[in-house]
């Protein structure tokens, strides 16, 4: 089986800024580009921190209102931590060195969806910059890139987990399971000579990229548990 990799799936024309692009060019670009955030790169191309809406907002939001009352920022921020420190310095930054979220968390081109969707459920981000052994930007992956693997057609996928998993790995006759896909969906129903099998089979078909769910309906000869 061929799992789809970060490689398959980043986007390769990225928009980048320096450490010293302003506010106003970041949001330009965000803008012009209709895009969320870009990575800040250095001299050699490797990313030092990310960019985005939410960092140019935290901005604003830190500045006071008419009023002259402390923004809501600060009111979740309890002074002298290091949550408040970074709000008082985003709301001071004119520049991305100073606005943006760092280090960057950073992902490589061979990684599988598992791995990325893993680091940024982990780190609480949206996307990732994808970089090279060198440590320099290759390209970037969002959570949508990772989701367009559920946008596999269901025949697709079926033919996968008949060709692929059932007779390309387990050696089984094409006969013995008969695979039904439906919005990504799997049933399996038919036969395996052995009931550890069975967990394994449906265990190799989660596996098959666009697969949501796993219904194993199979019956068995030869229970090696002697029940």
Known sequence: MRHRNVSDLMTTSVITVRRDTTFKEIAGLLAEHDITAVPVVDDNDRPVGMVSEADLLRKQAGQPDPAGLLSEAFERSEPGTDAWHADLAKTAATSAEWLMTSPAVTARPGWTVVEAARVMEQHKVK????VNEAGQLVGLVSRGDLLRVFLRRDRAI?????DDVLVGTLRLAP???TVNVVDGQVTL?????????IPLVARLCRGVDGVVSVEARLEYQ???GGA
């Open 158 to 162: 079926r033919e996968e987990i008949m």
């Open 222 to 224: 030869l229970d090696e």
């Open 175 to 177: 006969t013995d399971v």
């Open 189 to 197: 129903t038919g036969a395996v000579e052995r009931r550890s099998l």
């Open 127 to 130: 996307r990732l910059p994808v």
